[in-house]
């Protein structure tokens, strides 16, 4: 049990951690506001358009920067997507390479799309097994099966973590494959940028690393219960 405390506060930074540094470095690189002409939007374009890809679209949105296979959109936050600073630009270009990796037909990117599909149903499935469990409890008056508790587990939160691990290659390979060659061979940035557009990078990447710690932890805490 002593030990159960000491670990808990412990695991709680080692997941939170990785979501402070990427908002730290995101917010750092904002200043200052006017480092470049352009905007994100506009980066964007202009690399879509280099790579053939004019079909794709690029929006504003409030859901976080992202790129949708689906509709073939770039979505990119109002601070990003109008902003003139390294990291609305080096955001842009980050989410052109998730464009290039679907046009190119990058395998990780397609597995992760449909497994996106599947944890959304089976996170549905999972949300009505646990508001089941108490009616099912109540009408067979005993504990509902603890295969059913397992299973709301792991359709409610082990799918979501599957994604989240499945997508750091892909978003380490959106980073470093495909943006910073981009943004170096256009000589997009100016030269004292590079490393400080790295970390920009590596930033967007382990953004779902920290969803990643985050859902193993929800797990821990699951199966936790479960042996009580």
Do not use: C
Request: hydrophobic share 45%.
């Amino acid at each position: 049990m002593r030990l159960l405390i000491l670990l808990v506060p412990l695991l709680l930074l080692v997941a939170w951690t990785p979501g402070w540094w990427v908002r730290h470095t995101m917010k750092k690189y904002h200043r200052p506001a006017d480092r470049y002409d352009g905007t994100g939007a506009e980066l964007a374009r202009e690399l879509l358009d280099r790579h053939g890809l004019h079909k794709v679209q690029v929006e504003t949105t409030k859901d976080g920067d992202h790129y949708d296979p689906a509709s073939r959109t770039v979505r990119l936050s109002p601070e990003n997507h109008d902003g003139h600073s390294l990291t609305a630009i080096t955001v842009a270009a980050h989410e052109v390479g998730h464009a290039v990796q679907h046009a190119q037909g990058y395998a990780p990117l397609r597995m992760r799309s449909t497994l996106v599909g599947m944890t959304r149903y089976g996170q549905q499935i999972g949300a009505w097994l646990l508001v089941a469990i108490p009616f099912i409890t109540l009408l067979a008056r005993h504990p509902a099966p603890g295969i059913l508790f397992f299973l709301a587990g792991v359709l409610s939160m082990g799918l979501a973590a599957l994604v989240h691990f499945i997508t750091l290659p892909t978003e380490f390979d959106a980073s470093f494959r495909r943006a910073m060659p981009m943004l170096r061979e256009g000589n997009y940035l100016h030269p004292p940028d590079y490393p400080h557009a790295e970390r920009i990078l590596k930033a967007a990447a382990y953004t779902y690393l920290s969803q990643s710690l985050m859902s193993l932890l929800n797990i821990a805490s699951w199966f936790r219960y479960l042996r009580r």
